[in-house]
């Protein structure tokens, strides 16, 4: 049986400071060098999700952005892309403008992905921009209405804050049709959550099932923790919680592991597939 081992990473694979340690990178490596298939799923891009995993030898391409891409990260492409019609984009730029609201808008053209944005109303959306920018090196660039740029690359927006300023804005894009939405409480700024628009073509589950029949998989295990990973834990074979896990990511998982910061994720990949190595 060929099975695959897929991980979310912020609160799952990572820990509380969204950093991968030394030890669940050497066990890690250690089972993909005995022929263990193992890759993420993630709501990051490929800029800071590939620079964060450097440490693994992945050899299985990741689902970025929830579900919108699959890239292969050896290869540094993209093999699949679900891209936001032309005009619902522009829909979805002028809700947000009118609710005052300033995301950011992520385009991909010739296997290169770059953000938009007007300006930023919080100062995390203006911290994230400058990790995003100084450490992994994510093109920006600023544009006076993203309406106006919005085109047929458009595959994602996302912005981080209140709920009370962001679940007006989730009300009016449920009523968009062709399109799907994430919000979630943010693991790392108490209080704030993500909110990220993208096709509704995409998801986690479907990017799992792409990988599925991409790699000739009969059998996944996915690890999570938050309210984005439950379209997967909807499709895997195997689904585990990490115990700092969302309580309805715990009731729908199969197993509930460690916490994230005891590089639960690895320590349980050494248990079920390596109890040669020490």
């Given amino acids: 049986m060929k099975e695959l081992l897929i991980t979310d990473l912020d609160g799952t694979l990572l820990d509380s400071n969204g950093k991968l340690s030394d030890i669940s990178a ?21 800029s800071s999700a590939v620079k964060i995993t450097e440490k693994i030898n992945i050899n299985t391409p990741c689902v970025l952005m929830n579900g919108v891409s699959i ?10 892309n679900e891209y936001i019609n032309n005009g619902t984009a522009v829909t979805v730029a002028a809700i947000f403008k009118q609710c005052n609201i300033k995301p950011f808008m992520y385009k991909i053209k010739n296997n290169r992905l770059f ?22 090196d994510k093109p920006f660039i600023k544009c006076s209405d993203l309406a106006c740029e919005a085109d047929e690359s458009v595959v994602y927006f996302t912005t981080l804050g209140e709920y009370e300023s962001l679940a007006p804005v989730k009300n009016r894009l449920d009523k968009i049709n062709n399109i799907s939405s994430a919000f979630y409480k943010d693991v790392y700024n108490k209080g704030l959550w993500f909110l990220e628009v993208f096709s509704n073509r995409a998801s986690k589950s479907n990017g799992i099932k792409f990988l599925k029949k991409y790699g000739t998989f009969d059998y996944v295990t996915c690890f999570g923790d938050n309210l984005n990973d439950l379209p997967m834990f909807h499709i895997c074979d195997k689904c585990i919680a990490v115990g700092n896990a969302k309580e309805e990511v715990k ?28």
Avoid: H, P
């Fill in 26 to 46: 050497e066990i890690i490596n250690q089972f993909i060098s005995t022929g263990g298939a193992f890759t993420f799923a993630t709501a990051r891009t490929a």
């Fill in 71 to 80: 890239y292969d990260i050896q290869k540094k492409k993209y093999i699949k």
């Fill in 115 to 136: 953000a938009l944005y007007t300006g930023f109303e919080n100062k995390q959306m203006y911290e994230f921009f400058l990790l995003r920018r100084d450490k992994y």
């Fill in 251 to 278: 009731s729908a998982a199969d197993e509930v592991i460690d916490c994230n910061n005891a590089d639960s994720v690895a320590f349980w990949i050494k248990k079920n597939y390596m109890k040669g190595f020490e």
